[in-house]
């Protein structure tokens, strides 16, 4: 068996030269020409034919001509409309744009896995079909690559993928993360609209207020939380934006309200979608008004699955050694390789890249984030030794 720590090493520098190629030219949710091209342009130096699939989406198949099965490894490719402070030398060239949740990393490490694994394709069995994806942070481009067919011709027999974790406590660079089952919360942005009736302030009898009733659905609400969800599980239903009116002796036709929920299990993200429904509905309707609840999007829980999750983290641990994994708790952000998992069997490993011990205090999606690119390669190695072992412990 090949040392894909070593390989990793090999082809580190470059690696990490991709990287702040791509950090420099950051692009934003399903437009990504600049990055797609890049990707596209090496893939092929490396003997790959990728192809572009929807907007922004890159694929690209390494077939073992032996028969077995088909793993997918994705990354992510999009930035994120937040400016640069980083001080980097190679910071953003785009003003407001930056890649502060390291999906530069993603990409890059991606690719330094396709250029090593192409090296050593006689060591596999079966296919790995490569998923690079736009549209993490909005624009659902996991979805949309699911629904251009990313996930068929070859059919995807399980998957996997990395994503960054950064000033965390004890948490060293280069450090697998793993998660058993669900990892990550599920993500439905919403929007309640509530109709009144407009009035002049002397008058509030002629009209129906839209702000009190908008006040009664987000005490209603709290009861969710509090008393409807099962105590043991978890359950993040925030109301983060509230509108109403033009002036103070005025009742307004209208107003609405912006929140999400999160949660870890499906049954009780179902119960706060309906329950958010009913008690909008209802509370509107008890004040004479109607209240209308849309979502805005929606995204499942990241969940693992049990058994190609442990059977890839036993290899990592085999690859980096025990003390160079971790097993890390659940998180209430949200990611859209949950849409893949939804389909597919796999898992979502994290890779340190500096915790906070080691002087990365910023965490991802702050302007100031610096992430510590050496640990960037265990990424590499885990992903390539995975693939490897994973395709022939399953090989027909
Ligand atoms: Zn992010
Ligand atoms: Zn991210």
């Given at each position: 068996?090949?040392?894909?720590?070593k390989?990793?090493?090999?082809?580190?520098?470059e690696?990490?030269a991709?990287?702040r190629?791509?950090h420099?030219?950051?692009?934003l949710?399903?437009?990504?020409?600049?990055?797609?091209e890049?990707?596209?342009?090496?893939?092929?130096?490396?003997?790959?034919?990728p192809?572009?699939?929807?907007?922004s989406?890159?694929?690209?198949?390494?077939d073992?001509?032996?028969?077995?099965?088909?793993?997918?490894?994705?990354?992510?490719?999009?930035a994120?409309?937040?400016?640069?402070?980083?001080?980097?030398?190679?910071?953003?060239k785009?003003?407001?744009?930056s890649?502060?949740?390291?999906?530069?990393?993603?990409?890059?490490?991606?690719?330094?896995?396709?250029?090593?694994?192409m090296?050593?394709?006689?060591?596999?069995?079966?296919?790995i079909?490569?998923?690079?994806?736009?549209?993490?942070?909005?624009?659902?481009?996991?979805?949309l690559?699911?629904?251009?067919?990313?996930?068929?011709?070859?059919?995807?027999?399980?998957?996997m993928?990395?994503?960054?974790?950064?000033?965390?406590?004890?948490?060293?660079t280069?450090?697998?993360?793993?998660?058993?089952?669900?990892?990550m919360?599920?993500?439905?942005?919403?929007?309640?609209?509530?109709?009144?009736?407009?009035?002049h302030?002397?008058?509030p009898?002629?009209?129906?207020?839209?702000?009190?009733?908008?006040?009664?659905i987000?005490?209603?609400?709290q009861s969710i939380e509090?008393?409807?969800?099962?105590r043991?599980?978890?359950?993040?239903?925030?109301?983060?934006?509230?509108?109403?009116?033009?002036?103070?002796?005025a009742?307004?036709?209208?107003g609405?309200?912006?929140?999400?929920?999160r949660?870890?299990?499906?049954s009780?993200?179902?119960l706060a979608k309906?329950?958010?429904?009913?008690?909008?509905?209802?509370?509107?309707?008890?004040?004479?008004?109607n209240?209308?609840?849309?979502?805005?999007s929606?995204l499942?829980?990241t969940?693992?699955?049990?058994?190609?999750g442990d059977e890839?983290?036993?290899?990592?641990?085999e690859?980096?050694?025990?003390?160079?994994?971790?097993?890390?708790?659940?998180?209430?952000?949200?990611?859209d390789?949950?849409?893949?998992l939804?389909e597919?069997?796999?898992?979502?490993f994290?890779?340190?890249l500096g915790d906070k011990?080691?002087?990365?205090?910023?965490?991802?999606?702050?302007?100031?984030v610096?992430?510590?690119?050496?640990?960037?390669?265990?990424?590499?190695?885990?992903f390539a030794?995975c693939a490897?072992?994973?395709?022939?412990?399953?090989?027909?």
């Open positions: 068996m090949v040392d894909f720590i390989e990793a090493e090999k082809i580190e520098n690696v990490i991709w990287r190629e791509l420099q030219y950051p692009e949710l399903l437009d990504l020409p600049k990055t797609t890049f990707v596209m342009t090496h893939l092929k130096e490396m003997g790959y034919e192809e572009c699939i929807c907007q989406g890159v694929i690209a198949v390494l073992s001509g032996k028969p077995g099965k088909t793993l997918l490894l994705r990354a992510d490719m999009d994120l409309p937040i400016p640069e402070e980083s001080g980097l030398p190679f910071s953003s785009v003003p407001g744009v890649h502060a949740c390291g999906h530069d990393t993603h990409t890059a490490a991606l690719l330094g896995v396709a250029k090593i694994l090296e050593h394709k006689s060591l596999l069995k079966g296919r079909k490569f998923m690079f994806q736009p549209g993490e942070e909005g624009g659902g481009g996991a979805k690559m699911i629904e251009s067919g990313v996930l068929k011709s070859p059919d995807i027999d399980a998957c993928a990395f994503h960054q974790v950064v000033a965390r406590n004890h948490v060293p280069g450090v697998i993360g793993y998660t058993r089952g669900a990892m919360a599920s993500a439905d942005m919403f929007r309640i609209t509530v109709h009144g009736k407009s009035a302030g002397a008058s009898e002629s009209g129906i207020n839209p702000i009190q009733i908008l006040c009664q987000y005490h209603n609400l509090c008393s409807e969800k099962p043991g599980s978890a359950l993040a239903l925030t109301i983060g934006q509230i509108n109403a009116g033009k002036a103070g002796n009742i307004p036709e209208s609405f309200m912006c929140g999400s929920i949660a870890y299990e499906e009780v993200r179902a309906r329950r958010l429904k009913e008690i909008a509905e209802q509370t509107a309707a008890m004040y004479g008004g209240a209308e609840v849309i979502f805005l929606e499942p829980a969940v693992n699955d049990y058994e190609v890839m983290f036993e290899y990592a641990k690859l980096v050694g025990e003390k160079m994994t971790m097993m890390l708790p659940q998180i209430m952000g949200s990611e390789f949950s849409e893949v939804k597919v069997p796999g898992v979502l994290r890779i340190s011990q080691e002087g990365y205090p910023y965490i991802s999606h702050n302007s100031k610096v992430f510590n690119e050496s640990g960037i390669k265990n990424s590499v190695a885990v030794h490897v072992k994973w395709l022939n412990a399953h090989s027909i």
